[in-house]
């Protein structure tokens, strides 16, 4: 099965995702945490903060992330991923055209997927990389998973890197990078964890044990 790392190195197949609502110590702290653990990659995806706090919170995070040289992803807000510098723009699958985002913000820009055609249709449009799901149960979907087959459908189709979300734990993380997927995201795994940095070394160790 080939690979869909073409734009984004190994050390960036976990994607961390804020949520405030399951967090069980302040984001800052959390991802310091993670990312001294390891991980690289964190997506601020807050869609209840007004613009100010969320810039704030973005300037916050964007710090944090600098100090351990990761990447910061800002969910669905154009304006506060200029404002901030932010290593990339994730855009949800209803959000403005990626060409669109493209035309004003220079670093990177994916988008959520939830079949082949918007795949394919977020690569003709120039996206860097995907997030694909729900893969598997998660309390955060009331609906059913799309499951394994529709991943490896979705990374087959697309030569751009693929990250699979919904349900991902240390334990099904290889299964996802097994049908083709070039990393996975996370939010309650990391977010929610007693010990943030034991749960990212594991969702790590098992990424790698994946190639």
């Known amino acids: 099965m080939r690979s869909n790392a073409t734009t984004l190195g190994n050390e960036l197949r976990l ?10 110590q302040p984001l800052e ?23 100010k706090p969320l810039l704030t919170l973005a ?11 990761a990447k910061l992803l800002v969910n669905g807000r154009l304006d506060i991923a200029l404002a901030v510098d932010a290593d990339g723009l994730h855009l949800p699958e209803d959000s403005l055209p990626v060409q669109t985002a493209k035309k004003f913000f220079r670093n990177l820009v ?5 079949n082949v055609a918007g795949a394919l249709d977020a690569e003709r449009s120039g996206a860097d ?24 459908a979705v990374c087959k189709a697309v ?21 083709g997927a070039f990393g996975v995201a996370t939010m309650n795994g990391v977010m929610s964890a007693i010990d943030a940095r034991a749960v990212t070394v594991a969702y790590l160790d098992a990424l790698r044990c994946g190639r």
Do not use: W
């Open 129 to 152: 990389y995907l997030v694909f799901g729900h893969v598997f149960e998660t309390v955060s979907k009331a609906s059913e998973p799309r499951g394994l087959n529709a991943l490896e």
């Open 29 to 51: 702290k959390i991802l310091d945490e993670a990312f001294a653990s390891g991980a690289r990659l964190a997506q601020l995806r807050e869609k209840n903060l007004d613009a």
């Open 59 to 69: 300037r916050s995070l964007r710090d944090v992330a600098s100090s351990h040289d």
């Open 110 to 114: 994916g988008r959520s997927v939830h």
């Open 159 to 179: 030569s751009i890197p693929v990250y699979a979300v919904g349900g991902i734990t240390p334990e099904n993380a290889r299964r996802c990078l097994e049908r």
């Open 15 to 24: 994607m961390l995702i804020t949520n405030r609502a399951v967090a069980v």
